[in-house]
């Protein structure tokens, strides 16, 4: 069965620093998003992305955030300046229609 | 923006019996309503959605029913078993608008 498969599995980093969390989504898949939830609480949306543009995103999606197509295959979230806030589990999904999500297994972003 | 409330938020039943988790939503044009299952340190899972057009999905054991006009649905696990423990996680989402919206999440315990 196809996965959608993100790396890395775990990435502790100083607040401040930059991160890139990468997400290799199902080949055939035309929207992709990222998620994130932190510890014990709900699965939050961040942004869609469709046709190599964002089409939606949440007001948590500010100016630190970004993300890239860079090629036919990776879907990457940067978080420019790290904040200890942004500690969660960021999951990448996928969906071949605008609906229909499978997600990855998560990066677990640790900021100290 | 959509609000989607989830209860209970903690559930233990006896293996065999029946479990029941309702969610309420905001929007009226939400339209498309996935449930996903969460066990520990895993991906979201969907294991059922439904339509606005229609009012019951049954699944074998696993059913969702909607009604619009109250805005809430709810999903009915029935001969719950003890692999069925695990966080459950309701959403809805405006069909093709690509941003869904998670309710707070029930945590279902299975007691053999």
């Known amino acids: 069965e196809p996965e959608v498969t993100q790396t890395p599995s775990h990435q502790v980093t100083q607040m401040g620093q930059e991160v890139i969390l990468r997400c290799v989504p199902i080949?055939?898949?035309?929207?992709f998003y990222w998620y994130r939830q932190i510890l014990g609480q709900k699965v939050e949306f961040l942004v869609s992305f469709y046709n190599n543009e964002i089409s939606e995103k949440s007001e948590i999606f500010d100016d630190q955030f970004s993300v890239e197509r860079p090629d036919g295959s990776n879907f990457t979230l940067k978080i420019r300046s790290t904040k200890l806030e942004d500690s969660a589990m960021y999951f990448c999904a996928s969906s071949e229609a605008s609906n229909v999500l499978t997600f990855g297994a998560g990066s677990r972003l640790t900021v100290l | 923006g959509e609000n989607v409330e989830q209860h209970p938020s903690t559930l233990s039943v006896q293996e065999g019996d029946s479990a029941v988790i309702k969610c309420t939503y905001s929007?009226?044009?939400?339209?498309?309503f996935p449930w996903y299952k969460q066990e520990l340190g895993k991906r979201p899972q969907l294991i059922i959605d439904?339509?606005?057009?229609?009012g019951e999905k049954k699944d074998q054991r696993i059913a969702v029913t909607l009604n619009k006009t109250a805005k809430h649905f709810s999903l009915h696990i029935t001969e719950t078993q003890p692999e069925d423990s695990a966080v459950y996680f309701c959403a809805a989402d405006e069909y093709n608008f690509n941003k869904f919206y998670f309710g707070s999440g029930t945590k279902l315990n299975v007691k053999p």
């Open positions: 080949s055939n898949h035309l929207y």
């Open positions: 929007d009226s044009a939400s339209n498309y």
């Open positions: 439904i339509r606005s057009n229609v």
